[in-house]
């Protein structure tokens, strides 16, 4: 199959249109049997409850080409499940985890010219996502729900190298307590982007948010759950029921754990430690790890021992095999690795 001529490896993070994309429609409380379509626009009315009561979640994962050559996605079976518990959290109907898999599969392949080539860096992002699409002015959920899937091909996250990011403790939240932080959810970035934004005016690449209900416990950043290293090279990953849980940081662990022979610690995470920590890491689909170099609170500034140059030697062994699982070149778990034919 012929790839289109797109300059892989100076692609950034943006939409690109590509050809086709899965739609399912849901109603008197049944999913249709769902397409693919050249058609990239929504129509729905004025008052559907996604655009009134921000009644919709997302998912996000990737395709790209292993070494020896296929085209293969990681485990999307965890996105599924994700996106059914966090739809289930909305009063949203579940989109069955076969009919999603097989969602991937269709988009993937109608859009296998737009999967990048081996070595690139580049990826093919997916994103699922599904909404209240009927129209709802009194406060209630929807009662037809629209699934869609399209693909747009994303750049190397790290162009020339991953350099460690300087990221600020934010004063305000992204989750409330009880809240739907663990959920994958656009409302849960509409809040964050004021802050966001003031963090970029400020110099800073990114937030770390606190814990919301007493601030002095980690819980992630806007998109990016953490890892850091302990001065004897265990792992420790903030435990909270507000932090959203990523598919790359639960298998990052089971890498450290079964790969690595690393300790690794769960558990609820002290702002107080951080600066007892020789390294730290952002876990997401996007970078896999992003490097964090420093940590200011407040104008109090922390560098970690790994310093603003390169990544620390247990963040870039983690990033490695995980890649190296990813690509194929490192034997990956049962299960991790689903090939689109
Ligand atoms: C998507 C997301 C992550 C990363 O999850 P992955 O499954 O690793 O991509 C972390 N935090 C938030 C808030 C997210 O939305």
Not at 34 to 48: D, F, P, R
Not at 159 to 164: D, I, M
């Amino acid at each position: 199959m012929e790839k289109k001529n797109i300059d892989w490896s100076n692609l950034g993070f943006s939409y690109i249109q590509t050809e086709m994309r899965y739609v399912s429609n849901y109603k008197d409380g049944a999913w249709d049997a769902g397409t693919l379509t050249e058609n990239a626009n929504v129509t729905i009315s004025e008052c559907a409850c996604v655009l009134q009561y921000a009644q919709t979640v997302f998912e996000g994962l990737k395709a790209y080409t292993t070494k020896d050559g296929r085209i293969v996605t990681f485990r999307p079976d965890l996105n599924a499940e994700r996106m059914e518990a966090s739809a289930a959290r909305l009063e949203m109907p579940a989109f069955p985890k076969d009919r999603f898999i097989d969602a991937v599969e269709q988009v993937v392949r109608a859009n296998a010219a737009y999967v990048p080539p081996y070595g690139s860096g580049a990826t093919l992002y997916l994103r699922p996502y599904m909404f209240g699409s009927n129209a709802v002015i009194g406060v209630k959920p929807a009662d037809e729900y629209q699934f869609r899937l399209f693909a747009t091909p994303v750049g190397p996250y790290f162009k020339g190298g991953a350099k460690p990011i300087t990221i600020r403790v934010s004063d305000l939240d992204r989750a409330a307590p009880h809240g739907t932080g663990n959920i994958k959810a656009g409302l849960n970035y509409a809040m964050s982007l004021h802050t966001l934004m003031d963090a970029h005016r400020q110099g800073f690449d990114e937030n770390m948010f606190l814990d919301p209900a007493t601030h002095t416990k980690v819980e992630e950043t806007g998109g990016a759950n953490f890892l850091f290293v302990t001065k004897d090279g265990k792992i420790v990953t903030p435990k909270s029921d507000s932090i959203l849980p990523s598919i790359t940081r639960r298998s990052l662990v089971h890498v450290a754990k079964t790969y690595l022979g690393l300790e690794v610690e769960e558990r609820p995470v002290l702002f107080e430690e951080v600066k007892e920590f020789t390294e730290c890491g952002l876990c997401g689909t996007a970078a896999v790890i992003s490097p964090v170099g420093r940590i200011v609170d407040h104008g109090k500034e922390f560098t970690f021992p790994s310093g603003m140059e390169e990544m620390g030697p247990t963040i870039r062994k983690l990033y490695d095999t995980l890649t190296g699982i990813q690509m194929g070149t490192i034997e990956a778990p049962d299960g991790w690795i689903h090939v689109i034919d």
